[in-house]
């Protein structure tokens, strides 16, 4: 099987994020230009991600990650729920609706996903929220498929490697987007990028993948002079033409001056890093009282993609890390390049 290091020229992965931004265009650009394109998998069902992977093999023939969380479906109470949809009835009046639906199902299946993502045979596939069992490691394996997990301290990375990974991505608390915690409470995984790196260095002998607030060529020679093998960069991709979120949310991002993000439990119940919004505000109120990721998540869902459709970026959620005043909108190959080779 290919090593990891091997697999792209350039030491630069687009980070997979969940939503709609991970286009398969953008993918494909990135790959293309010499990166890892990263596809979020997790919101999408088997079929998607089988039909999503091929799409991006007839824009580009070289390799490409997949990316899932590692999710055991919940079984919530009903009144459990009810209170949390109680929780959102404030927002049913702004958006026309007497009461916040219950969704189908609180996530996708995850042994369907991996066995969708098995059949794709991606170069690489990157797991958070959770460590695979080493069975789920091996069958990766088996399929020619390279495993990346992430850890967010170096007890989490040790797990990894213990497991079999070929990779771990460590994500700083400036990474944008939900945290990958799976070892004790998140909100005790404090640890920004370069202190995280540091901490893991002498004790991983897999490569070390770097995530959370690059931004620029000059963040990828610091961070790679400093131990990591390759640098790990979302929002940065965020405003590229080929990124699917929509425009608002490009637009915000753009007008931020500076770094306008916070961590927040309160609109998917899981830490997550984002643009501060009235969302966010107004359902910090209520963070301690809201159920786990993904049954916070799914309620929400239906709240944030109605604000989208209206072009309501203050309903919806705005994730983005630290280094957020630093977007640029440019084709994906163009920053590949402004990344990689800034002088030429």
Known sequence: ??????????????????????????????????????????????????????????????????????????????????????????????????????????????????????????????FTFDVLHGSQIQRLH??????????????????WQAMGA????LQGTEAGGHRGTFIGRQEAATLGLHELLAQCLPHIRIPLIAAGGLMSAQDIAQIRAEGAALAQLGTAFLCCQESGIPEVYKERLLAASSDTTRQTRAISGRLARGLDNRLMRLLDKHADQVPAYPVQNALTTAIRAEAARHDNPELMSLWAGQGVARCQRLPAAELVQQLMHPSS
């Open 1 to 126: 099987m290919q090593d990891f290091l091997s697999l792209c020229p350039l030491p630069l992965i687009q980070a997979p994020m969940a939503g709609g931004a991970t286009t398969p265009e953008l993918v494909a650009a990135v790959s293309q230009a010499g990166g890892l394109g990263s596809l979020a998998a997790a919101l999408l069902p088997p079929l998607a991600i089988i039909e999503q992977a091929e799409l991006i093999r007839r824009l580009t023939d070289k390799p490409f990650a997949i990316n899932l969380f590692v999710l055991c479906r919940p079984r919530p109470a009903d009144e459990d729920v009810e209170a949390a949809r109680a929780l959102l009835r404030p927002f049913c009046h702004e958006l026309g609706w007497d009461s916040v639906p219950v969704p189908a199902r609180w996530c996708l299946d995850f042994e369907e996903q991996l066995e969708a993502v098995i059949t794709a045979r991606p170069a690489v596939a990157s």
């Open 142 to 159: 088996d399929a020619g498929i390279l495993v990346v997990g992430t850890a967010t301290t170096l007890a989490e990375a040790q797990v």
């Open 166 to 169: 070929d990779a771990v991505c």
